[in-house]
């Protein structure tokens, strides 16, 4: 079986679950496989915000107990790099970039060290928007993380799917989510991008100039409310416009 048949068939058990924690059970029964073993989901509190409320911001969580504690205590969440670096970056990330692009003082190196006790050494990080334009920051970890090129497009990929349908869950967006009509151009560009095709590739197998395939996919992503071009596949995969 291919990557993307494999990614069609976990998104199939993920649509098929009925409550957040069941998309959270289903999601982490996946991505264990890589070593990805804990999840966290939320909105990102504004700075100075009371520890008490900070907890309200979470969506998902499958989070070691008493790293949950000492995160919100300690107030980790203003010095965690990890968090930093998702507000800089739109796309996929595995935490070690986080740590070898922004330099690490005495605060976010806490931040790794103490998550390394809880057996939280690496992990993989995206940024979401909601339907009401709030930033969702995902944040998967564990120890012993194992992801080559094709596992890391897999797993963002159906963790992106997990989020959204988490969210529709909880806000019964399934009866309210405005109609997208993407043009037949468009879903063809975004089936290719799909499977991992370049700009280029996808002009080439089109018989289009790469500016337009280009352009095919910024208006789907637009028009999907995608802030990247995985987010934008697995809003695709849900409305039905990839199969």
């Known amino acids: 079986m291919g990557h993307f048949d494999r990614t069609l068939e976990f998104i199939d058990q993920l649509q098929a679950a009925d409550t957040a924690a069941a998309v959270c059970e289903k999601l982490l029964g996946i991505t264990s496989e890589f070593g990805l073993t804990a999840l966290m989901a939320g909105t990102v509190p ?7 409320q900070q907890k309200d911001h979470v969506l998902l969580c499958e989070w070691p107990g008493e790293w949950l504690e000492r995160y919100v205590a300690r107030n980790y969440v203003d010095h965690d790099p990890v968090v930093s670096h998702m ?6 990330f595995q935490w070690r970039e ?7 003082d005495k605060s976010s190196g806490e931040v790794m060290g103490d998550a390394g006790e809880f057996k939280l050494r690496d992990g993989l990080a995206f940024p979401l928007i909601t339907l009401d334009g709030q930033i969702v ?3 998967l970890g564990g120890e012993a993380v194992e992801l080559s090129g094709a ?11 997990a989020i959204g349908r988490a969210m529709q869950i909880h806000t019964m967006a399934a009866k309210t989510i405005d109609h997208v009509e993407l043009t037949p151009r468009e879903r063809e560009c ?32 637009s028009k999907l409310g995608a802030v990247n071009r995985v987010q934008a596949v697995a809003e695709a995969i849900r409305r039905g416009y990839i199969s």
């Open 46 to 52: 504004q700075p100075g915000t009371p520890r008490g």
């Open 87 to 92: 507000k800089r970056l739109q796309a996929p």
């Open 98 to 104: 986080a740590s070898q692009s922004i330099r690490i």
């Open 137 to 139: 920051m995902v944040s």
């Open 151 to 161: 596992d890391f497009g897999l797993v963002s990929l159906v963790a992106t799917y």
């Open 190 to 221: 975004m089936q290719w991008a799909a499977v991992g095709k370049s700009e280029w590739e996808i002009s080439q197998i089109l018989g289009i100039s790469e500016h337009t395939s280009e352009k095919h996919l910024l208006n789907a992503k």
